[in-house]
T-cell receptor, first 114, second 115 residues
Framework: AQSVTQLGSHVSVSEGALVLLRCNYSSSVPPYLFWYVQYPNQGLQLLLKYTSAATLVKGINGFEAEFKKSETSFHLTKPSAHMSDAAEYFCAVSEPNYGQNFVFGPGTRLSVLP | DGGITQSPKYLFRKEGQNVTLSCEQNLNHDAMYWYRQDPGQGLRLIYYSQIVNDFQKGDIAEGYSVSREKKESFPLTVTSAQKNPTAFYLC??????????????FGAGSRLTVL
């Protein structure tokens, strides 16, 4: 069965600092991978996705993530944090040929300090 | 613009009452999903439907029921059998391709509080 772990339920960074949110997955085959962002009392919005093309994926709002098969990781980064990046971030996976089934990580809450 | 509409946004229920959460999409998506979100637990799948008049249980279906009579609509009923229904409920949809990289589109959510 697939599973997703996100190291750190809460991450704090200073405005302008590097953002690094970690995601590791377990899957029998290379999966599709996603990062979603959620602002308080709202639904989830797609930041970026990996679908077996380029391993470095660029998303919205300056975020990017790199798929590393050897490490079974898909960490999310942003070079310079902005106050508006404060939100909860979820990593998710789905398996090719089972595209209906998604497994989410527990989420990481990002705080951005002035 | 296309999207998913969930209503109501906030709902209060007394113990022992059934409540129904509405989810409507105009994206022409085939597959629809209901997730429950609790703090620190991510999203847990309640039910999903790939086509009209068909749906499957997810990981935490007990105490919930759904219907899919129309492609656009996938209402969720939280029954009195659900022991701890206070949560944030999210509806989502995808095109439903069996092999492609489906992307979930989410509604804004409904927050249910049991008094």
């Amino acid at each position: 069965a697939q599973s997703v772990t996100q190291l750190g339920s809460h991450v704090s960074v200073s405005e302008g600092a590097l953002v690094l949110l970690r995601c590791n997955y377990s899957s029998s085959v290379p999966p599709y991978l996603f990062w979603y962002v959620q602002y308080p009392n709202q639904g989830l919005q797609l930041l970026l996705k990996y679908t077996s093309a380029a391993t470095l994926v660029k998303g919205i709002n300056g975020f990017e993530a790199e798929f590393k098969k050897s490490e079974t990781s898909f960490h999310l980064t942003k070079p310079s944090a902005h106050m508006s990046d404060a939100a909860e971030y979820f990593c998710a996976v789905s398996e090719p040929n089972y595209g209906q089934n998604f497994v989410f990580g527990p989420g990481t809450r990002l705080s951005v300090l002035p | 613009d296309g999207g998913i509409t969930q209503s109501p946004k906030y709902l209060f229920r007394k113990e022992g009452q059934n409540v129904t959460l509405s989810c409507e999409q105009n994206l022409n998506h085939d597959a629809m999903y209901w997730y429950r979100q609790d703090p620190g637990q991510g999203l847990r799948l309640i039910y999903y439907s790939q086509i009209v008049n068909d749906f499957q249980k997810g990981d935490i279906a007990e105490g919930y029921s759904v219907s899919r009579e129309k492609k656009e609509s996938f209402p969720l009923t939280v029954t009195s059998a659900q022991k701890n229904p206070t949560a944030f409920y999210l509806c989502a949809s995808t095109r439903g391709s069996l092999s492609g990289a489906n992307v979930l589109t989410f509604g804004a959510g409904s927050r249910l509080t049991v008094l």
